[in-house]
């Protein structure tokens, strides 16, 4: 993994709605040789572009729900109008396995009209 790769995750179910045994993601990874050809189960995806709102996270993943929360308040308090497109997790550390839990740093993207 060089180190310009980015790492993504990509959520296609609500927790709140969904089982846990039945949620999907997409766990993610930039790279630039692109002579690597993906095979089996990995596939190549591109985040579509357009407008996002971008919310930092400061902490443990564990805790993302809770800005998940705060995100679904604003949505609805501002009236934004969202696009039929993900929402998606930037992962900022490095190696978060390395990286004490409270200085993780996450950004989440969600994608707005406009």
């Known amino acids: 993994m ?3 790769a980015m790492m993504f ?7 709140k709605v969904t089982d846990i045994d039945e949620l999907r993601c ?3 990874i930039s790279w ?3 002579t690597v050809e993906p095979q089996g189960e990995i596939s190549s995806k591109t985040i579509a572009g357009g407008r996002y709102v971008m919310f930092l996270h400061k902490g ?5 729900h809770d800005i998940f929360a705060e995100i679904g ?9 969202l696009r039929d497109e993900p929402m ?5 550390n490095r190696d978060p396995r390395r990286t004490k839990p409270e200085n993780l740093r996450t950004e989440i993207y ?3 009209e406009g």
Do not use: Q, R, T
């Open 9 to 15: 995750g990509i959520g296609h179910d609500n927790p």
């Open 60 to 64: 443990s993943y564990d805790k993302l």
């Open 73 to 81: 308040d604003w949505i609805v308090e501002s009236g934004v109008m």
């Open 88 to 92: 998606f997790e930037k992962y900022l």
């Open 110 to 112: 969600v994608p707005i």
């Open 32 to 34: 630039d040789d692109k």
């Open 2 to 4: 060089g180190k310009d």
């Open 26 to 28: 997409d766990a993610c």
